[in-house]
Antibody, heavy 122, light 107 residues
């Protein structure tokens, strides 16, 4: 069974850091791009970041550029999101999603985890 | 960035109704358009990719069409389990962008 399990969320003060992880199983991880997508309470979906199969191509939403860093460890079947200088507006449920191809564009997101909640508050 | 605009933002319909949701891109995305369904408290689920291709396991009452800038998701006969929020998303270029969502509610 293809599965994505996020972890690392929690309550954090503004300006602090947090690292999210996503453990993948049931598919050949290093064949596919991966994404982070977030959803603020009561709001729609917002793409945060994507990384291709080899880590050779990646991108970020303008709202997180310079603060967040996406990475992957294909040997560990894991995806990460390092979030620095967190702001209240980063409060959201963060989903890990599998791309349907090697690139994080041109393809849909065909498998999603259940998400991990990040709350930024003092 | 490519902007995606869905309409309507919400709709009320009855079981058995035909429902149509539209999505417009701010520039041509050829057929790089995907549709997702999200139920309350659940992760999004891919329904349609490449504008009109079915994801495995998706009921045939769902269909997608369109190309360029204008796209449509149609549910031919609404079922109780279809009440959810639907999102379009373009994968033509980075950053990938989502529409604001269309909430389908019970009339």
């Amino acid at each position: 069974e293809v599965q994505l399990v996020e972890s690392g969320g929690g309550l954090v003060q503004p300006g602090r850091s947090l690292r999210l992880s996503c453990a993948a199983s049931g598919f050949t991880f290093d064949d596919y791009a991966m994404h982070w997508v977030r959803q603020a309470p009561g709001k729609g979906l917002e793409w945060v970041s994507g990384i291709n199969w080899s880590s050779g191509s990646l991108d970020y939403a303008d709202s997180v550029k310079g603060r967040f860093t996406i990475s992957r460890d294909n040997a560990k079947n894991s995806l990460y999101l390092q979030m620095n200088s967190l702001r209240r507006e980063d409060t959201a449920l963060y989903y890990c999603a599998k791309g349907a191809g090697e690139s994080f564009y041109y393809h849909a997101m065909d498998v999603w985890g259940q998400g991990t909640t990040v709350t930024v508050s003092s | 960035d490519i902007q995606m605009t869905q309409s309507p933002s919400s709709l009320s319909a009855s079981v058995g109704d035909r429902v149509t949701i539209t999505c417009r891109a701010s520039q041509s995305i050829t057929n790089y358009l995907n549709w997702y369904q999200q139920k309350p408290g659940k992760a999004p689920k891919l329904l349609i990719f490449a504008a009109s291709s079915f994801q495995s396991g998706v009921p045939s009452r769902f269909s997608g069409s369109g190309s360029g800038t204008d796209f449509t998701l149609t549910i031919s006969s609404l079922q109780p389990e279809d009440f959810a929020t639907y999102y379009c998303q373009q994968s033509f270029s980075t950053p990938p962008t989502f529409g604001q969502g269309t909430k389908v509610e019970i009339k």
